[in-house]
């Protein structure tokens, strides 16, 4: 009886925020055991606009404990979107909105993006930052990308 249970709720949270790709990684330090540290890219589509793209990159760490899954890795990244495609906004559009996010230690840090509509400016503003606090101020980065005609 838990077992569908289980797969059920698993299914509900994956299919709540957008899946990212990998797209690649680059070694930034060596380590002797382990792997080494690495700035990672992984790309996404906005799951409630397709058209759009966003590029995170992040640090990740490496050596043992990145190797065991026990780091917690940097609170450094930066976020890049743009338009892949035509831009359909829904009919009623969030104000923000929670479109990614990606677990960076085993407990409670994560990399977040938000989506956020500027509706004067018809813009789509995403925000990436993490939750946890660094020098009294959350680690961020902001793109954002104008709703315009595609291929005309």
């Known amino acids: 009886m838990r077992l569908p249970l289980l797969a059920a ?7 709540t925020g957008a899946r990212a790709e990998d797209v690649g990684c680059v070694n930034t330090a060596f380590k002797l055991i382990g792997p080494d540290h690495k700035v990672c890219v992984e790309a996404f589509t906005d799951p409630d606009i397709p058209g759009v793209a966003c590029y995170l990159s992040q640090a990740r760490t490496g050596g043992v404990s990145g190797w065991l899954g026990l780091a917690e890795d940097p609170s450094r990244f930066a976020l890049a979107c743009r338009q892949v ?18 677990a960076t230690s085993i407990l409670f840090k994560e990399t977040q993006v938000v989506r956020m509509y500027d509706r004067p400016r018809n813009t789509l503003v995403y925000l990436s930052y993490s939750t946890k606090l660094v020098d009294g101020s959350p680690m961020n980065s902001v793109a954002a990308v104008p709703v315009m005609p595609w291929g005309q």
Do not use: M, N, Y
């Open 85 to 102: 495609g035509p831009i359909t906004l829904p009919d009623r559009i969030d104000r923000q909105k929670e479109v990614f996010d990606s």
């Open 9 to 15: 709720a698993a299914a509900l949270l994956a299919a």
